[in-house]
């Protein structure tokens, strides 16, 4: 990766995509963005907003809308195009129709000669990383989705506020399926060094059951969250392009971040070529190695269970 220029190629310029855009900018996250969508004049106006705001920031971003052949130089191709999730539809409802959208768009970034890294934010997404990674033919390891990041996200932040701890300071996870079979293993939580778990027992006031509740209902809150936001205000967007942005620094900072991130397992968690989200350390390569948590029998077979739910959708896709 050039460390001269830090080029990123944006597919599908929605709230999601636009969201990650603005979130770029006001972060100086990158050097080159350029947009693309099916709706050319949407991308070039696009482009043309978060120009005007580049006096007001410390960013020298060269935006602008451009096409396929744009690829080639890019250090990171993200795809947020797709159709949108309706309210009381899964995401994997969604699949079917956002395959045919992914096969126009992979194609031409593959033939433009792009060598970089594919991130991919379109639901359900660790299905869509998958078909990504097929049809580009591209190593797994440079193909990742935004899997379950914002809900690990959500997850901190509710624990945070509970246990009044800043969420920085939380290292806890949702793993699988970024959807309804994701759950949180909560025998790898802590606060700084200290498993959750043993917090609670310590202070429950005699009451550890009560804690053990609230996790739960934590944990179901976290799962529901995009339903009640879609429901609320029909998209989700906010969220999910600040964790695209958290992704791309990382890459391009080659920090070796842990970032719950859609890879594929090959071999971990005794699970093979299937993409879901799990903690893995991310650099310039896209996922360097992806982190295998010591989870317990339960929450093994929760994992292998999500696992089997994106390999049944994936099947007869492409």
Not at 18 to 39: G, K, P, R
Not at 161 to 166: K, S
Not at 195 to 222: A, F, I, W, Y
Request: hydrophobic share 40%; glycine share 8%; charged share 25%.
């Amino acid at each position: 990766m050039r460390a001269d220029k830090r080029k990123v190629v944006l597919v599908g310029t929605g709230m999601v995509g636009m969201s990650y855009a603005y979130c770029l900018l006001n972060q100086t996250a990158c050097d080159e963005l350029v947009l693309i969508d099916v709706d050319k004049r949407k991308a070039e106006g696009e482009a043309m907003d978060l120009n005007h705001g580049l006096a007001f920031s410390a960013s020298n971003m060269k935006i602008y809308a451009g096409d396929y052949g744009d690829c080639k130089d890019a250090d990171i191709v993200v795809i947020c195009a797709g159709v949108a999730q309706k309210p009381g539809e899964t995401r994997l409802d969604l699949l079917k129709r956002n395959a045919q959208v992914f096969k126009s768009i992979v194609d031409p970034v593959a033939e433009s000669g792009f060598n970089g890294i594919f991130l991919v934010a379109t639901n359900p997404v660790d299905i869509m990383t998958q078909i990504t990674c097929e049809l580009s033919g591209f190593n797994p390891r440079r193909v990742l989705g935004t899997g379950t990041a914002l809900d690990t996200a959500r997850l901190r932040y509710l624990l945070g506020e509970y246990l009044e701890v800043d969420p920085r300071n939380v290292h806890a996870y949702v793993i699988g399926e970024h959807g309804d079979s994701e759950f949180v293993p909560w025998s790898q939580a802590m606060i700084a060094t200290k498993p959750v778990l043993t917090l609670c027992k310590e202070s429950g006031q005699g009451q550890p059951e009560l804690c053990c509740n609230r996790l739960e209902e934590m944990e179901k809150e976290v799962r529901g969250a995009a339903y009640r936001i879609i429901e609320a205000k029909k998209a989700t967007y906010y969220g999910i392009g600040m964790a695209m942005t958290r992704i791309t620094k990382a890459i391009f900072g080659d920090e070796h971040s842990v970032l719950t991130v859609s890879a594929m397992l090959r071999g971990e968690y005794g699970q093979r070529d299937v993409f879901i989200g799990v903690p893995c350390i991310i650099n310039q390569n896209g996922v360097q190695k992806v982190l295998t948590l010591s989870l317990t029998d339960e929450e093994t077979e929760k994992l292998a269970k999500s696992c089997d739910t994106l390999r049944e959708s994936f099947q007869g896709v492409l």
